[in-house]
């Protein structure tokens, strides 16, 4: 799924009403219909709706679910800021309509004062603004959003297209924004959804269809994509009846230290059950014997270190491995990043670099432009700002994230909520599977060794990064929903990996 910019999406809307063909009123009132579905399938009509229009078309919006769910016989009570500005062409159309129909309906607004106290259970509707938001809302304007704010633990908020004063593709951060339980935007998701610094805003968002012009959606490129099923069915490759097990590659993790083998054997179940042919795990002399045992299907070589791998450059062909792992539980010892620089020398295939091993990088970053182009790298938040230092909001670091990628050539994948997987021509791919019981240690080990696997397996980088945090993603969800959030484990994950091949794909 694309996700289009605020001007792409006034274009969108534009094209649409020129070639479907269809009126900017009609179209509006297709917006706002679905809104009143969505909020009659979730609230019966004795819940009392407040709405609170601003003057352009999300206000628009409003007016036209006002209209709907009197329809409907819900009571609703329809505020209009009067801030000054000239109402939209479309906002004044639907305003003479409800006034025609339902006059005792609505009210102005002109201060917070004029907002009534509202009744228990009472829905507040957030139309004021939406992707037409200019500049940041100050005044009394603020301070009706501050006051709506306010009634969060009382009642539910529910946004229409944007929470008022978020911007779609900009940082909102120290603005005035409203703080919604719920969003219901129009057919794509906005760049803002997707970033963690604005989930106390969106509450949870809910994406409708209004049958925005398709060829408008197939021509119109992108740099941000979310990877919906439709884009996993077209990576994902069945797997050839006459296989063997050279035909699915031989993977190499290296992985582990004393006290964090741990690490090591998640690594190495993933990658096994991501479909890998052939598995070695490298690992320290401690890890020899926990290793073999916990994990019978892979094979195991072992540094002459007892507690940590330094030497691997020396014992292992490089040419032998498809493709390389390595970072969980490695530990950040000087004659582990000596090891690491001859391998990253030795070594020119795409490898996945993770944990430890990024942390080495962000000691020593000339190590950074050694790596072999088409590499993974699979930061957290805090290993993303050691690497590549700190951004003031997270717009900025989606932009620098984009631009390291470029740089260096490697697909960089910022594992959150939606974790974002930049690529080295500019695109950026967002994940929305998973859930906050992934939140474990153990995770990201399990996200390595099924990147690795699937590297193995002749993904392509940028399919095995997409594919992989997919599958990661939803065999958690699978996990979550079979086990609680809570009580789930990063081992959890793997045991669900078959379940999301088979119901995911
Ligand atoms: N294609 C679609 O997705 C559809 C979207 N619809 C809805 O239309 C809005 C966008 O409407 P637009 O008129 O362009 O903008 P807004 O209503 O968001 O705001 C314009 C309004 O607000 C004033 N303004 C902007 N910022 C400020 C500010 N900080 N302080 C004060 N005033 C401000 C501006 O001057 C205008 O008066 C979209 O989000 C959808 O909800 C359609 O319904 C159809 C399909
Ligand atoms: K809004």
Excluded at 109 to 120: A, M, R, Y
Aim: with cysteine; net charge negative.
């Amino acid at each position: 799924m694309k996700i289009f910019s605020a001007a792409q999406i006034r274009e969108a809307d534009a094209f649409t009403i020129a070639h479907e063909p269809i009126s900017s009123a009609q179209l509006m009132e297709r917006a706002a219909g679905k809104c009143a579905t969505w909020l009659e399938e979730h609230y019966a009509p004795h819940y009392p709706v407040y709405i609170f229009c601003g003057k352009g078309n999300n206000g628009g919006d409003g007016l036209v679910m006002a209209r709907l769910l009197l329809d409907h016989g819900y009571k609703v009570s329809t505020g209009i800021l009067q801030y000054g500005a000239q109402a939209s062409a479309d906002h004044q159309l639907k305003l003479e309509a409800l006034q025609q129909q339902y006059p005792a309906s609505l009210y102005a607004i002109g201060d917070v004062s004029d907002i009534p106290t509202l009744p228990p259970d009472a829905i507040i509707i957030d139309a004021i603004f939406g992707t037409g938001m200019s500049r940041p809302i100050e005044g009394w304007l603020a301070g009706v959003v501050h006051h709506i704010n306010g009634q969060r633990g009382k009642h539910t908020i529910v946004a229409i297209d944007m929470p008022s004063g978020l911007r779609a593709d900009e940082s909102s951060v120290q603005q005035t924004v409203i703080q919604a339980h719920h969003t219901l935007s129009f057919e794509c998701y906005k760049l803002a959804f997707l970033l963690p610094e604005n989930a106390a805003y969106t509450g949870e968002v809910h994406i409708l269809p209004i049958g925005l012009h398709p060829d408008y959606i197939t021509h119109t490129p992108t740099r941000y994509l979310l990877a919906d099923p439709g884009i996993i069915q077209t990576i994902y490759q069945p797997r050839n009846p006459f296989a063997h097990k050279g035909t699915y590659g031989h993977a190499l993790l290296i992985a582990g230290s004393y006290g964090k083998m741990g690490a090591a054997v998640l690594s190495a179940r993933a990658c096994l059950r991501a479909g890998v042919g052939l598995l070695t795990c490298y690992v320290p002399q401690c890890g020899y014997n926990i290793m073999q045992l916990s994990e019978p299907c892979a094979m195991c070589v072992t540094d002459e270190d007892p507690h940590y791998s330094l030497h691997f450059h020396r014992s292992i062909n490089p040419a032998t491995y498809k493709a390389i792992g390595i970072g969980p539980g490695l530990d950040t010892q000087p004659g582990t990043a000596k090891a690491l620089e001859h391998l990253l020398d030795s070594y020119q295939q795409p490898m996945v670099i993770d944990a430890d091993a990024l942390n080495l990088l962000s000691v020593y970053p000339y190590l950074l432009y050694k790596i072999p182009a088409g590499s993974i790298l699979t930061p957290h938040p805090k290993e993303f700002e050691r690497l590549f230092g700190a951004t003031p909001n997270e717009v900025a670091r989606l932009e620098l994230l984009s631009q390291q990628a470029i740089k260096l050539q490697v697909y960089i994948l910022l594992k959150g909520r939606y974790s974002a997987i930049a690529c080295p021509d500019g695109a950026v791919y967002f994940n929305n599977t998973g859930n906050p019981g992934m939140a474990t240690g153990g995770s990201g080990d399990v996200l390595t060794g099924i990147l690795t696997g699937l590297l193995a397996q002749d993904y392509s980088p940028k399919a095995a990064a997409i594919l992989g945090a997919w599958l990661h993603g939803f065999a958690g969800d699978l996990a979550a929903a079979h086990l609680s959030q809570e009580a789930m484990t990063a081992a959890d994950i793997i045991q669900w990996l078959g379940k999301a091949f088979l119901e995911g794909i």
